[in-house]
């Protein structure tokens, strides 16, 4: 499982395997395989290495052929995968459980927006069509049977315009766009992974709440000190998780916020509020956040 999980490659070619739909793609081992490449699928297209790459890492966008050689120097010469790039709507993702038995249990659709290639928020329920919704959970269903998993996995998809889904990847753990059940669902991902392993029943994924999650970037963090906790704090329905990293830097995941609400327009817009203290641009600016910080 982690060897089709781990190679973008072997992923895709999985993924079509089983019939499920993913963008155009082709393997790139050379120079001349990336032309071949382009011409098969066109422009604009994601090169990608096959290994080792996350929050957008080893991913380069190609709009024009003559791209390409800058590309795959860009790249390190390393074995790759050319994607078709797609002009999505939105990101969704499935985060969900196979138990010892064979059980399943899924936390729904889940909507993921990106900034630099970095998850920036994720909102539950996704605002989609119930048929897309549940279109996802089944190939995520597919997935997890087809791969015989027992744990937590997320699959994470493209939606068109014309709402076609189409699966860019799998993360075979649990995924940050669900750190949000910690809030909002009656079993969160985390229990759940524990449940599948040690052979326990899995949990209810009965949804309590809307919610939405924004990630803490090491950005967010002043050169000296911290964001304003407090004031974060002080805000109904919001909750901080912190990673306990020493060190803040540009990009780097260190925690994220969780809003719930009666609605997902609710819990964004209390996240938005969240949001502004902890980048320091809270209602008061610098004097109020340094009283509320005390
Ligand atoms: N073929 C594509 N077409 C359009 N956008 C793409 C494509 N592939 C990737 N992206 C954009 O880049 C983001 C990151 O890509 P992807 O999920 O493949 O890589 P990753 O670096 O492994 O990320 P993760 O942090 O999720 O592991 C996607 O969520 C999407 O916003
Ligand atoms: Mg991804």
């Given at each position: 499982m982690l060897a089709i999980a781990q190679n973008r490659l072997r992923e895709k070619a999985f993924m079509a395997a089983n019939g499920l739909p993913v963008p155009?793609?082709?393997?790139?081992?050379?120079?001349?395989?990336?032309?071949?490449?382009?011409?098969?699928?066109?422009?604009?297209?994601?090169?990608?290495?096959?290994?080792?790459?996350?929050?957008?890492?080893?991913?380069?966008?190609?709009?024009?052929?003559?791209?390409a050689t800058a590309a795959w120097e860009a790249i390190g010469r390393q074995p790759a995968i050319l994607e078709g790039f797609v002009p999505f709507v939105k990101e969704l993702s499935v985060v969900a459980a196979r138990g010892q038995q064979g059980d399943f249990a899924h936390y729904g659709a889940i909507e993921n927006e990106h900034r630099d290639h970095i998850l920036y928020r994720s909102i539950s329920p996704a605002l989609v069509p119930y048929e897309v919704a549940e279109r996802a959970i089944q190939y995520a269903q597919i997935v997890l049977e087809c791969l015989d998993v027992v744990g937590v996995l997320c699959v994470e998809f493209f939606l068109t315009a014309d709402n076609t889904l189409l699966l860019n990847e799998i993360a075979p753990r649990p995924h940050n766009s669900g750190h949000l059940t910690i809030e909002s669902h009656q079993t969160n991902q985390f229990e759940q992974q524990v449940r599948a392993v040690c052979g326990l029943p899995l949990g209810s994924t009965a949804q309590l709440r809307p919610a939405a999650m924004l990630n803490l970037l090491g950005d967010v963090w002043p050169a000296h000190g911290q964001p304003a906790w407090a004031a974060v704090h002080a805000i109904p329905h919001v909750k901080l998780h912190l990673y306990g990293k020493h060190t803040a830097r540009k990009g780097r995941k260190m925690g994220h916020l969780t809003a719930v609400g009666e609605t997902v327009e609710e819990a964004v817009v209390v996240l938005s509020e969240a949001e502004k203290w902890a980048e320091g641009q809270g209602s008061g600016g610098a004097e109020e956040r340094l009283i509320a910080d005390r």
């Open positions: 155009p793609f082709a393997p790139v081992h050379s120079a001349a395989d990336l032309h071949t490449a382009l011409a098969q699928i066109g422009t604009p297209a994601v090169l990608k290495t096959a290994e080792s790459g996350y929050d957008g890492k080893g991913q380069v966008k190609i709009s024009h052929v003559a791209e």
